[in-house]
């Protein structure tokens, strides 16, 4: 928590800090000066963020961390979407990444909590909590009040809850593989899961309390392709969901067949390979920088990790450590890598950015957090240097 304070503190500009402060931590803000130049002014509010407690804390440290998620490439690229068009001069002269959140969290909290939202479903996207299936192309979602209440109750059978339930759902769009803008559905459901009691402090006297944690189900619906992505905890309710979803708001039954997931073998990099690739993509060159490796069935690994500007390859430096006792050469398998691809300069960075793509197996890939360009060349010469495959 202290990690994102700090970061939102040290990154927003003089004016924006005032703006938070002031609007939501009057008393941290009353004790700022505000005319003491930006440094002392960042040295004060570190200093008070450090010794304050309760609930301002608890604001403070969760909206910190709100804005923070959002800074990755992902969340700025979703961010950008659910600004209005009158509204992007404004939003251009914003300092950065941090700035640009916070403009949104201040300005609509409606806008900010969809974009968190989208955030929220595109990271979870092929990891242990989402599973895609099969479902009708071209339908208009019937999104009325009966067809609403409809799905509702068949959730609350599924779950086998009696609570309360929010179902909301919107449109907007997500890039394919192509680079094309294309719209989804998405659906977020919020349901009350079962009671339970927690210890809570009456004045001087320890009460028991019952509360009902919120659970939360997403769903997106591609109209073009039909495919239904659900997000929710345990795997046996997902294809449940898929199948009363289409029933009931695209009103055309389905099986639930699964959409195969892909998965990751990196074990070839455990030798140097050609990892090759178009010029026409804008790469000057692409180098395995990053490899963790350990003994079949142990939890103890070995990380070797060369700088970017290293020239030797990889693999020539864990020779020289280790010689004989080389891990590469000596059968350890590959738990990660990180392959560093280098852009040539351009307008953007004149000295060419590099793109890491850090991998795991079986289905661990930080591309979901990069920018959907580099999402896509990442997924292409991934499968071109045969990393990804297609399980059932």
């Known amino acids: 928590m202290a990690s994102a304070v ?31 130049g930006e440094r002392e002014i960042r040295k ?24 923070d998620a959002l800074t990755d490439e992902l969340g700025q690229s979703i961010l950008k979407h659910f600004v209005k068009d009158d509204e992007l001069d404004d939003y251009y002269q914003l300092a950065n990444e941090h700035d640009r959140v916070l403009w949104m969290f201040l300005k609509d909290n409606s806008r900010f909590t969809e974009v968190e939202d989208c955030w929220y479903v595109d990271t979870k ?99 073009t392709t ?3 992505e659900i997000i929710a905890e345990g795997k046996e309710h997902r294809k449940s969901i898929a199948i009363v979803f289409s029933e009931t708001l695209l009103q055309s039954p389905i099986d639930g067949e699964n959409i195969p997931l892909k998965q990751y073998d990196i074990q070839r990099l455990l030798n140097p ?53 080389d891990p590469l050469k000596t059968g350890f398998r590959l ?12 307008h953007e960075s004149r000295r060419g950015k590099v793109l890491h793509v850090t991998i795991r197996e079986p289905n661990g890939c930080d591309l979901k957090s990069k920018s959907q360009k580099e999402k896509l060349i990442g997924e292409k010469y991934l499968e071109r240097w045969e990393l990804v495959e297609t399980v059932q």
């Not at 790469?283 to 990790?305: G, H, Y």
Request: net charge negative.
């Open 125 to 223: 996207r092929q990891g242990q909590m989402w599973e895609a299936f099969i479902g009708p192309g071209n339908i208009q979602i019937a999104a009325g009040e009966t067809q609403q209440s409809t799905f509702e109750e068949k959730l609350k059978e599924l779950f086998r809850s009696a609570g309360r339930m929010k179902v909301e759902i919107c449109e907007r769009t997500r890039s394919d593989a192509d680079e094309n803008e294309i719209d989804i559905i998405q659906i977020i459901v919020y349901r009350e899961d079962l009671p339970s009691t927690q210890l809570a402090f009456e004045e001087e006297n320890l009460v028991s309390r019952i509360v009902r944690p919120v659970k939360e189900v997403a769903l997106t619906y591609e109209p």
């Open 273 to 325: 390979v050609v990892l090759s690739f178009d010029p026409e993509d804008g790469i000057e060159s692409v180098r395995v920088t990053m490899l963790k490796v350990a003994r079949p069935n142990s939890n103890n690994t070995v990380t070797l990790d060369v700088a970017t500007k290293e020239e030797r390859r990889i693999y020539d430096i864990s020779k020289e450590y280790f010689g004989d006792n």
């Open 6 to 36: 700090n970061r939102l503190i040290k990154n927003l500009p003089e004016k924006s800090l005032k703006t938070y402060f002031s609007g939501v931590h009057s008393g941290i803000a009353e004790k700022i000066d505000w005319d003491a």
């Open 335 to 346: 738990k990660q890598v990180r392959i560093s691809i280098k852009f040539v300069p351009d």
């Open 44 to 67: 004060a509010l570190l200093e008070i963020s450090s010794t304050i407690s309760g609930d301002s804390l608890a604001v403070l440290s969760s909206d910190a961390e709100r804005i």
């Open 226 to 228: 039909g495919q239904i």
